[in-house]
């Protein structure tokens, strides 16, 4: 069975662009949230999506928006880049919305410059 | 508030047994994970605590005690593999809160 698969692996984007990634989840797997990663941290959350609605909410600012697709694939949008935005971005999917655990893709890797 | 403390950093020697302590603060609590990151790769699933006591998988166990918000990942007969990030991340309500994590190196 094919694992979380993030589109694209890497990107480098200019200051003020936007930037579109994208995430297609375990076959089965309903619950998609997506995670900032900068050097030395642990992942930030950013955003949960559950059959399709938002179900949660990290404190990033509304440049950064979400959403799921039917199928349950999603695409994180981030608007006016800035180069603080430079980080990985991990999208993981899961079984429910509760206790079960992440399956997390390899990641964008986005630079700013 | 929500908040995760862990050791930043831990050595250790091939075949020795470590503890990675983590306390946690979160609004709601609904368990505990624990994640394995290795670098440049993404987290794995390792562990999960919802009820106080120790969780055993192998070489790894996990330990939770809710009333002290405390949780510990020990690992036994480390292995040079086992050098990698461990990321504590106590599920609240709809959102996993990972710690800046522990990378653990391990010596031979």
């Known amino acids: 069975d094919a694992g979380v698969t993030q589109s694209p692996t890497h990107l480098i984007k200019t200051r003020g662009q936007h930037v579109t990634l994208r995430c297609s989840p375990i076959?089965?797997?309903?619950?998609v949230s997506w995670y900032q990663q900068v050097l030395g941290q642990g992942p930030q959350f950013i955003f949960q999506?559950?059959?399709?609605?938002e179900r949660g909410r990290g404190n990033f600012p509304d440049r950064f928006s979400a959403r799921q697709f039917p199928n349950y694939s999603s695409e994180l949008n981030v608007n006016a880049l800035l180069l603080g935005d430079s980080a990985l971005y991990l999208c993981a999917s899961s079984w429910g919305q509760g206790n079960s655990p992440l399956h997390f893709g390899n990641g964008t890797r986005l630079t700013v410059t | 508030g929500q908040n995760i403390d862990q050791p930043t950093e831990m050595t250790a020697t091939e075949g020795a047994i470590v503890q990675i302590n983590c306390t946690y603060q979160?609004?709601?609590?609904?368990?505990l994970f624990w994640y394995q990151q290795h670098a440049g790769e993404a987290p794995t699933f390792l562990s999960y605590?919802?009820?106080?006591g120790l969780e055993e998988k192998g070489r790894f166990s996990s330990f939770l005690s809710r009333s002290k918000g405390y949780s510990y990942l020990l690992l036994k007969e480390l292995q040079m593999k086992d050098s990698a990030s461990y990321l504590c991340?106590?599920?609240?309500?709809?959102?996993?809160?990972f710690g800046t994590g522990t990378r653990l190196k391990v010596l031979a």
């Open positions: 979160t609004s709601g609590f609904n368990g």
């Open positions: 991340a106590p599920l609240g309500t709809y959102k996993y809160i």
């Open positions: 076959s089965g797997h309903k619950s």
């Open positions: 999506y559950y059959e399709k609605e």
């Open positions: 605590n919802v009820l106080d």
